[in-house]
């Protein structure tokens, strides 16, 4: 896949990915030029390329770091502080090769912790832990700050998300594009994540809101029985709904978990009394790493080299 192409994809990623869904929308002014990243610079003996501009939407500014500071901060954002030290380091080598395949700066929001964070924000965050956390990884981050996932001699689009439905999803089925290290595979681990499991509920007049707001006519919905509001769902090769009907429109899982604020694309719905019951299993826009399901991997013995190549097959680990 040619760099530009996957920088493309990698952007439209950032703008759709949870656990990044807290991320704003920069604003229209142009942005400092980054240096563009060539495959021949990412070979085992090079140095690592300096990070990509960092739009803050806490601060409104673009900002420069160093990549020990990025590292801390994303990793920070994303997990536990006592998570096993190989998840941690399997997440800060996907971020920073994240943030270098765009291309273009990445859209974080430091005051939320959505993306990457600075020093004050987790001095408040980790209060009297913060020395110890921070302590901890620093030293991480000073071990991994010269590791890249590479495919094909690049920094590969390692994307991540919070839990998978035990198997994690193919990129083309949320972001159109489909890159080879971004199929899918098997995470049983996940199934005995906290959280794997949750529901939701709305009432009619809520559902019936927001199938407004995603195009339903109202005398569509008026005429049609709630219990038949919704009909069978299509699913892809995971497990995940790739489209579903609503009053006789198809719509994709994807759109519907936007518009439900649901926590994955793989959901079921059940009508009751006058209540819509959705069920989901799996958090975030499942493809890439599978955070949980590292720090399963981890705790079994695995280090952040295997953790990261397992998730993105065909992927190296370039130090």
């Not at 199929?183 to 007049?205: F, L, R």
Request: glycine fraction near 8%.
């Amino acid at each position: 896949m040619k760099k530009s192409s996957l920088a493309v994809f990698a952007f439209a990623l950032l703008a759709a990915a949870a656990p990044f869904a807290a991320l704003l929308v920069p604003p229209a002014a142009p942005t400092p030029p980054t240096d563009s990243i060539q495959a021949d610079d990412l070979s085992p003996a090079a140095t690592p390329q300096p990070l990509p501009t960092l739009y803050d939407a806490g601060t409104g500014t673009n900002r420069v770091v160093s990549v020990r500071d990025f590292l801390i901060g994303a990793a920070a954002c994303e997990m536990p502080p006592t998570w096993n030290d190989n998840t941690l380091l399997a997440q800060m080598v996907a971020s920073h090769s994240y943030a270098l395949a765009l291309g273009a700066p990445m859209q974080v929001n430091s005051a939320l912790c959505a993306g990457w964070t600075d020093t004050e924000v987790l001095k408040a965050r980790w209060g009297d832990d913060f020395t110890a956390y921070y302590s901890r990884f620093a030293a991480l981050a000073d071990g991994a700050a010269g590791a890249l996932l590479c495919y094909g001699g690049a920094p590969a689009a390692a994307c991540y998300h919070s839990i998978s439905n035990g198997v994690t999803e193919a990129s083309q089925n949320v972001w159109t594009s489909a890159l080879p290290y971004l199929q899918g595979v098997a995470s049983p681990w996940d199934k005995t994540a906290d959280g794997y499991e949750t529901t939701i509920t709305y009432s009619c007049e809520q559902v019936d809101a927001i199938l407004q707001g995603l195009g339903l006519e109202p005398e569509t919905l008026a005429d049609t029985a709630p219990a038949a509001w919704f009909g069978a769902a299509q699913l892809d090769e995971a497990g995940y709904v790739a489209s579903m009907s609503v009053c006789g429109e198809a719509f994709s899982g994807t759109r519907l978990r936007r518009a439900l604020a649901l926590r994955s694309t793989c959901f079921a719905v059940q009508y009751a009394d006058g209540t819509f019951t959705f069920t989901t299993r799996g958090y975030g826009h499942c493809v890439g790493l599978s955070q949980h399901g590292a720090q399963s991997m981890a705790e079994g013995g695995a280090d952040w080299r295997e953790i990261l190549t397992y998730y993105f097959p065909g992927c190296e680990v370039v130090e």
